[in-house]
């Protein structure tokens, strides 16, 4: 195992086999394999149903990888409760799939803005949804992460977009099986300060996630300070994954080079 995965003070780390590895393996089973001999404690993928679940559950146990997370599938709009129906299918159908591949944890976003819809209504319906969709995660074990995702860059009219945002509707929802996704890319992004945004709040976050910013590729190659992020993430008590959901720009594995340097572990 690559010594810096190790490092007194390190925090395991996870790659998107999504991106990573995706140039030097076609197949995801391979990337899987590749990220384990890389070093790395786990992988995580976006979408499930197009993924060949019986070689990736095959990879994922031959290796002893982390499948840290995936989301649920079909996206899902959580700011109205239209359709919560049909919201509530797509999460049943994403546990049994997170069951059957070992998955820790399933993640949504709050999906677009709705026009002439005030803040206050679109937020009382992602906690209304969040609440009806955390029993059916809890049930089998599972976390549900909710994720803030920039509007200035990648995704302009989503709802939820600043992680104190993010935070006050995980308060809200009161759900231990419902948590915060950090996107430090992200938060980046919105030109955000971890130092103001998180507060004391660290315990409400469930897994971070990284790229650097801007161009979202490895980090190292940007201009964020990951060890500062890094202290005050571990100050608070966060002692989970950091998910690397970059770009490479490069081979795979010397972005994972830089990537550790830039970490400092």
């Not at 991106?19 to 899987?32: S, T």
């Not at 070992?102 to 992602?126: E, Y």
């Not at 890319?185 to 507060?199: K, N, Q, T």
Request: glycine share 10%; aromatic share 6%; proline share 6%.
């Amino acid at each position: 195992m690559n010594a810096a995965t190790t490092a007194p003070g390190a925090l395991p780390i996870a790659a998107c086999i999504e991106w990573i590895f995706k140039d030097e393996h076609p197949e995801f089973a391979d990337r899987v394999r590749a990220a384990a001999a890389a070093g790395l404690a786990g992988v995580e993928v976006h979408m499930w149903r197009a993924k060949p679940e019986a070689e990736l559950r095959r990879a994922l146990d031959a290796t002893g990888m982390v499948l840290t997370s995936m989301l649920v599938e079909p996206r899902v709009q959580l700011v109205t409760t239209e359709g919560q129906d049909t919201l509530l299918q797509s999460v049943r159908e994403s546990t049994a799939a997170a069951r059957r591949l070992g998955a820790r944890a399933l993640v949504v976003a709050s999906g677009m803005g709705i026009a002439g819809v005030s803040d206050a209504v679109q937020r009382a319906a992602i906690v209304a949804n969040l609440k009806a969709m955390a029993p059916i995660c809890e049930d089998s074990g599972l976390t549900l992460l909710f994720e803030p995702v920039n509007t200035l860059v990648d995704h302009p009219g989503v709802f939820t977009d600043r992680t104190p945002q993010g935070l006050d509707i995980i308060e809200e929802t009161g759900r231990p099986g419902v948590r915060l996704l950090y996107d430090i890319y992200h938060s980046a992004a919105m030109r955000e300060r971890p130092e103001d945004v998180l507060g004391r709040r660290v315990h409400l976050i469930g897994h971070v996630q990284a790229a650097d910013h801007p161009g979202r590729n490895q980090p190292g190659s940007g201009g964020i300070d990951f060890p500062h992020y890094f202290r005050l993430l571990r100050d608070q008590g966060y002692r989970g994954f950091v998910g690397l959901e970059y770009r490479p720009a490069g081979p795979s594995l010397a972005s994972l080079a830089q990537t550790h340097k830039a970490f400092g572990f």
